[in-house]
């Protein structure tokens, strides 16, 4: 079954660094473009990074110079690297990516299971 794993979220004080993962699992033939978003308790989701399936990147716009995402399509994998933190980016991250399995010609979007990142002051 395919699916996107993530890892690497925790607890941090502010001012710290922190980097997420998310690897694609299962019969993958070719990852596309993947992005990560986060929610926040009464918040909607809300873009942090992305990248095309063509390299471009793409910032939310309260992260920007602080957040640097990265894939390996090789690996099927893609990382999240946040500095800087502050207590307002804590909130639940999800990576989301374009995936087509093997044997499919037909890509579809997967969403990870999310991953708690909390910043203390």
């Known amino acids: 079954q395919v699916r996107l794993v993530e890892s690497g979220g925790g607890l941090v004080q502010a001012g710290g660094s922190l980097g997420l993962s998310c690897a694609a699992s299962?019969?993958?033939?070719?990852?596309?473009?993947m992005g990560w978003y986060r929610q926040a308790p009464g918040k909607e989701r809300e873009l942090v990074a992305q990248?095309?399936?063509?390299?471009?990147?793409d910032y939310g716009d309260s992260v920007k110079g602080r957040v640097t995402i990265s894939v390996d399509k090789v690996e099927k994998t893609g990382w999240l690297q946040m500095n800087g933190l502050k207590p307002e980016d804590t909130a639940v991250y999800y990576c989301?990516?374009?995936?087509?399995?093997?044997?499919?010609?037909?890509?579809?979007?997967?969403w990870g299971q999310g991953t708690q990142v909390t910043v203390s002051s």
């Open positions: 299962g019969s993958v033939f070719r990852l596309g473009a």
């Open positions: 989301n990516a374009v995936l087509t399995p093997v044997g499919s010609e037909i890509p579809n979007v997967y």
């Open positions: 990248m095309t399936s063509i390299g471009s990147t």
